[in-house]
């Protein structure tokens, strides 16, 4: 399968404590993109890398957020601190840089339930 | 700032009933837009797309087309089937505008019954 892997796919944690997700995207893909949805709504733009870069991030993305993308491949999303709001389904997205109208690929996503 | 307002659902229909879910949207310049799908326990998948005014996208018996004048995409089936059941989300996409990100609408739970 050549699709956007993530793992875990669920992943349920005490609030206060720290996670860490991760997102595999299509392998020729240049540009990586994390969303948040919550229960009801669409997803939300987090974050995004054009191979390692991280070129943007969202104002939804507070200091507890981190992202990497090393060697612009796989990409890694952390969360400190968790709390109770953070409790989300958080998508990753793979697609090629710079083509109107090009198609993001998602993933299974991670569902995230804080405690 | 852009944005995406899809009717308000759930939308319920019986088999082979004709299908349409509003989306209209905001966006400076011309986006490209998109219907996405996501099946229960599935991740979102493109149903179509359009990328300039007038476009007509189409798959799987979906259509839509974008209308400019009118700021709309709108999503039409003749004839759903109980297959289609799934949570649809209109997406536009503005170039080169934070990377290309995509806007997504709230979404709308249509079910099919037999």
């Known amino acids: 399968d050549t699709g956007v892997s993530q793992d875990p796919r669920h992943k349920i944690t005490k609030r206060g404590q720290n996670v860490t997700f991760r997102c595999d995207p299509i392998?020729?893909?240049?540009?990586l993109y994390w969303y948040r949805q919550t229960l009801g709504q669409g997803p939300e733009f987090l974050t995004y890398?054009?191979?390692?870069?991280?070129?943007?991030k969202s104002r939804l993305l507070s200091d507890r957020f981190s992202a990497e993308r090393p060697k612009g491949s796989f990409s890694t999303l952390e969360i400190q601190r968790t709390e109770q709001g953070d409790s989300a389904m958080y998508l990753c997205a793979s697609s090629l840089a710079g083509l109107a109208g090009y198609e993001q690929y998602f993933g299974p996503g991670t569902r995230l339930t804080v405690t | 700032g852009d944005s995406v307002t899809q009717m308000e659902g759930p939308v319920t229909l019986s088999e082979e009933a004709f299908l349409t879910i509003n989306c209209t949207y905001t966006a400076t310049g011309y986006p490209s837009l998109f219907w996405y799908v996501q099946y229960p326990g599935e991740g979102l998948q493109l149903l179509l797309k359009a990328t300039k005014a007038d476009d007509k996208g189409s798959n799987k018996g979906f259509e839509a087309t974008y209308r400019k004048e009118t700021t709309s995409f709108h999503l039409e089936k003749g004839s759903v089937q109980v297959s289609d059941s799934a949570v649809y989300f209109c997406a536009l996409q503005a170039h080169e505008v934070s990377g290309s990100r995509l806007t997504f609408g709230e979404g709308t739970q249509l079910t099919v019954n037999p």
């Open positions: 392998s020729e893909h240049n540009r």
């Open positions: 890398f054009q191979n390692e870069a991280q070129l943007e």
